[in-house]
């Protein structure tokens, strides 16, 4: 199995521009997470989505993010306009729901943003 | 809401010696689970070993156990043997219960920093 495949691995853009982070979840995983890290804040959700709809997105910092999930195999976080206090490394996760209950996340090897 | 504090910012062991490090969380819930998870230079985030709250006996994966103790709600990590890959920031993480089919966040602690030296 290839694994939570996130993409870019990296982006530098300059403030302002729309930010695209793309993620495909392991095959036969309903449930995706974004997670944001930084030096400041740590580790973060901004959102999780079960069987692609919105679940719970009250970690999303402001209107600037959005995230969607048209399919079972592909999500994307979008940032626009894009500002400096963005950067960070953000992270996509997946997870089966079915029992058992204690299943854990797997975690995608992350995009590192650079919002200059 | 639940909260997970690790307050240990950096550690440092020796080679092939024992360290623990720290965590303690806050919950009004008694069904839970409890992760570490380990984060190399490059990035990964890697399951090192989870705990379920109603099971009493500390959870063990090779190098790696945990001192569960839920009633001082302390889930410390301890690593024996230290090897140099080893070295990574280890992130504390507390769930809730999966209820009505929807899964429940992660929620971190800042991380510790372990620093294995030769």
């Known amino acids: 199995d290839a694994g939570v495949i996130q993409s870019p691995r990296h982006e530098v853009t300059e403030m302002g521009q729309e930010v695209t982070l793309r993620c495909k979840p392991i095959s036969g995983h309903n449930s995706l997470f974004w997670y944001r890290q930084t030096m400041m804040r740590g580790l973060e959700l901004l959102i999780y989505f079960n069987n692609n709809v ?10 600037r993010f959005s995230a969607k999930m048209p399919n079972a ?23 089966p729901l079915a029992v058992p209950t204690y299943n854990e996340q797997f975690f995608g090897p992350g995009t590192r943003l650079t919002v200059l | 809401a639940q909260t997970v504090t690790q307050s240990q910012p950096e550690m440092s062991v020796q080679e092939a010696e024992t360290v623990t490090l720290s965590c303690t969380y806050d919950t009004s819930e008694s069904d839970y689970y409890l992760f570490w998870y380990k984060q190399p230079p490059s990035r990964q985030m890697i399951l090192v070993i989870r705990q379920e709250a109603y099971k009493q006996q500390n959870a063990t994966e090779n190098r790696f156990s945990v001192n569960f103790q839920k009633a001082a709600k302390s889930f410390s990590l301890k690593i024996s043997d230290s090897q140099l890959g080893d070295a990574a920031m280890y992130f ?17 602690g800042t991380g510790t920093l372990l620093a294995v030296q030769p």
């Open chain 2, 92 to 108: 504390c993480a507390y769930r809730s219960p999966v209820r009505g089919g929807a899964t429940n966040k992660l929620i971190f």
């Open chain 1, 54 to 63: 919105p679940i719970d997105d009250s970690g999303m910092p402001e209107d």
């Open chain 1, 73 to 95: 195999s592909f999500s994307t976080l979008k940032i626009q306009p894009s500002e400096p206090r963005d950067s960070a490394v953000y992270f996509c996760a997946s997870t």
